[in-house]
Structure formats: C-alpha cells, structure tokens
C-alpha cells in the first residue's frame, strides 16, 4: 500500500554535484515507485530509504526539468528501449544535483516489463550547460501553455529542432559526451 507522498522542497541554488566516481542506482515498479535506493541516491538526496520506498520516483524532479523530457523518457521506455538523458534532479533541502542518466525497463522471464532499472552518475560541465540552455527555453515555452498537451508539443520541438541540428539521435548525441 502507497503512503502519503513525500512534500516536494522548494528549490535553491545550491548544488550538490556527484563525484566523478559516484553511482546512482534506483529500481521502480511499472508505475514509477521507487522500489530500491542505494546509499548514494539516499546520501544525495538526504533522504531515508522509508522516505522513499513505495513513492513516486517524480519526488525528486526539479521544476527546471521539462515535462517534454519526461514524456519522451516515457516514450522510450513503453516501446522496451533504453533511455539516455541529462537530468536536473531536487534534493530533500531544494538543493539540486545534475546526472547522466541511463534508465532500462526490466522484464520478467516471459518478456513482460515489470519495473525499471536506472544507474546515474556524473555529467560533464559541458554537456550540462548545453542541456541547462536548452531546458531553459522548454521549460518557457511550456509555461507559455495552460494545456499541458499543448505545452509538451511546443516544448518537444523545441528539444528535436536541437536534436535535428546536431544530424543524430537524442541518445547518441547525450552518448557523444561520455
């Protein structure tokens, strides 16, 4: 049974970066709650693991992410591929910290996906202010809207006009970096 939801911090500028060795590791369910957290998942975030377990995984999506973002994480992985991103996560204090992410659907035996798999770690300076720029005018663009729909379309060609320049896919150009 889901406990009441953790309340979101209200965000800050303080950074809490990874190390370059660091690993983050979360599973969820098919819904997105948050199954296992590693030690350094619960480190960063400052949270417990009863904090966590059995919650949205969303708890630490910072307000500076785009939703288009999430959508077509979401996309990826309902059609049982791989996904690849840059994410601005929130802290339990509203700091903040950014990872290279990579998520994986896990399957049962028979195929079915049953929860995701996803490791984080560290995330070049570089990369990091491409994809900050970029969310900046996403996140405008989708405030622009009352109707979400309407906002994540607008936002989404905003990230594949970008992607579309680079001449690659989104996961080999956020590979490209590593």
């Known amino acids: 049974m889901s406990r009441k939801s953790i309340i979101k911090a209200t965000p800050t500028n303080v950074e809490h970066p990874l190390k370059k060795d660091d690993l983050i590791v979360t599973k969820t369910d098919i819904k997105g709650r948050i199954t296992y957290a590693n030690k350094t998942f619960l480190d960063i975030c400052s949270f417990e693991e009863t904090d966590v377990l059995d919650q949205p995984h969303n708890v630490i999506r910072h307000p500076d992410m ?12 309902k059609r049982g591929d791989e996904f690849f991103g840059v994410v ?14 990579n998520i994986t659907p896990s399957f049962d035996p028979s195929g079915k996906v049953v929860g995701y798999f996803s490791v984080r770690r560290h995330v070049e300076k570089e990369l990091i202010g491409i994809m900050e720029n970029l969310y900046k005018q996403m996140v405008q663009e989708e405030n622009r809207y009352k109707d979400d729909k309407k906002a994540i379309e607008a936002s989404t060609k905003i990230l594949t006009d970008f992607i579309d320049e680079q001449g690659v896919s989104y996961n080999e150009y956020i590979i490209s970096f590593t």
């Open 88 to 101: 601005k996560n929130l802290c339990s204090d509203g700091g903040y910290y950014w990872v290279f992410a």
């Open 66 to 77: 785009p939703k288009a973002v999430f959508r077509m994480l979401w996309d990826v992985l």
